[in-house]
């Protein structure tokens, strides 16, 4: 009996503009390569319709998330977690995400994102559901919140994970799995030195499409099917057949998102 791999991409924005010429095609490319399962990490309020409309179009293949973006935390943000919350009290959602800490572009709202970061992580355990955390150059101010909330009942992804081996263990200990994509495929990744020494059940995939395409495609649009050259390169970190990274990340993805 043929088995079909089913491959999981944690973490695809489709329903980005970059998409918005050759969308089903690009989602049929994916099938096609064995990509099955796309989570689909909200915003704010603006990307909420379209995330159903895709639900709507591929009910067997597209799992929402609900939250507000931490680039996204402004002035308004108290409105746009009113919204995260309006929206889980209303229907089903598989994680809380992308939530978080980025003080790559500014640090402006900083104390805005960490309220915005704990009381999302808070709407989680209350739904009994995973984070998807969103960090960029600032591990120690989301290490600070994930220490004063851990608890058996929060869990999660460490959406593209792109720290040290240091940091990764310590993500591993808050119940997180690591995001892997394209960024293990670069030259300058770093993550690729010390992906071995981590069990290989502590790591999911993801493209965070249209961004971060893997080699061969740095630089382009990022999307689904590439997800394949990320599988070829931890089949060679591992010594595991692709088939094996492919089966062993999408059960981690259930473990995660509980489908």
Known sequence: METTII????????????FDQDRDGMIQRA?????????????DASATQSMYDLEQNYPDNVFLMMGLHPTYVKENY????????????????????????????????????????????QLAKQYKLPIV????????????????????????????????????IQ????????????????????????????NLKHIVLET??????????????NESSYLVNVIAKLAEIYELSETEIAEATTQNSKDVFGI
């Open 78 to 121: 108290l409105d746009e977690l009113q919204h995260v919350e309006t929206e889980l009290s209303k229907r089903k959602f598989y994680a809380v995400g992308e939530i978080g800490i980025d003080l790559y572009w500014d640090k402006t709202h900083l104390k805005e994102q960490q309220i915005a970061f704990r009381r999302q992580i």
């Open 171 to 198: 993500a591993i200990s808050y119940n997180m799995k690591l995001g892997i994509g394209g960024v293990v495929t670069f030259k300058n990744g770093k993550i690729d030195q010390f992906l071995n020494q981590i």
């Open 133 to 168: 955390i969103h960090c960029r150059e600032a591990f120690n101010e989301i290490f600070e919140i994930l220490e004063e909330e851990k608890s058996d009942d929060l869990f999660g992804i460490f959406h593209c994970f792109t720290g040290t081996y240091e940091q990764a």
């Open 208 to 221: 965070d499409s249209p961004y971060l395409a893997p080699i061969p495609y740095r630089g382009k649009r």
């Open 7 to 18: 491959i999981t991409d944690t973490h695809t924005h489709l329903y980005s503009e970059e």
């Open 31 to 43: 099938i096609n390569a064995g990509v099955t399962r796309f989570f689909i990490p909200a915003i």
